[in-house]
């Protein structure tokens, strides 16, 4: 699977030393990666992709069973567009499909074994354009993560600080 078309991250690093007080080069890279995974984070918790992406699957990673196709995904797409041998594509949106999310199958109900799938351009995420809420839990997570490289037995880090998990409970609902 490959990614096609990807909306760039709205979460600028400037942004993220200024809110660490960093105002040295030094850690840049680190600080990165950990912007990288406050996007990865996010996306698990809320269950649904936030950068606009299309992924593509060719024909030779399909391999279907009973309009059953894998497609090792985290989340639910938000469009499938099927692109068949006679050169038709068909779109199917998330009320028309059933994807099990634990195995990353995607359920279609029509039959097309006189005109095989060649292609599965899967879309996920809505574009957020600097959503003031996420790109605040995304720093203050960061701000974990930056603060507390290495375990301590006083902090629980597996669960995100009070303050990021209320931001992010509060786009769980919201319609994008």
Do not use: C
Not at 26 to 32: F, N, Y
């Amino acid at each position: 699977m490959d990614i096609q078309t990807q909306t760039p991250d709205s979460l600028d690093i400037s942004l993220v030393k200024s809110h660490l007080y960093v105002d040295f080069n030094d850690d840049d890279t680190l600080i990165q990666h950990y912007i990288d995974a406050s996007l990865t984070a996010s996306e698990l918790y809320l269950h649904k992709g936030i950068l606009y992406t299309v992924y593509e699957n060719t024909a030779d990673e399909i391999i279907p069973s009973n309009n059953i196709f894998t497609l090792r995904m985290p989340y639910k797409p938000e469009k499938v567009t099927l692109a068949l041998t006679d050169l038709s594509t068909v779109e199917l949106y998330k009320d028309e499909y059933t994807f099990d999310v634990g195995n990353s199958k995607l359920y279609i109900s029509d039959v097309y074994e006189d005109n095989p799938v060649l292609e599965i351009l899967t879309t996920v995420g809505t574009e957020l354009n600097a959503n003031p809420s996420l790109d605040q839990a995304r720093m203050l997570m960061v701000g974990d993560w930056y603060a507390f490289r290495e375990a301590n037995s006083n902090l629980n880090l597996r669960e995100f600080s009070t303050s990021a998990k209320f931001l992010l409970d509060s786009l769980e609902d919201s319609v994008w």
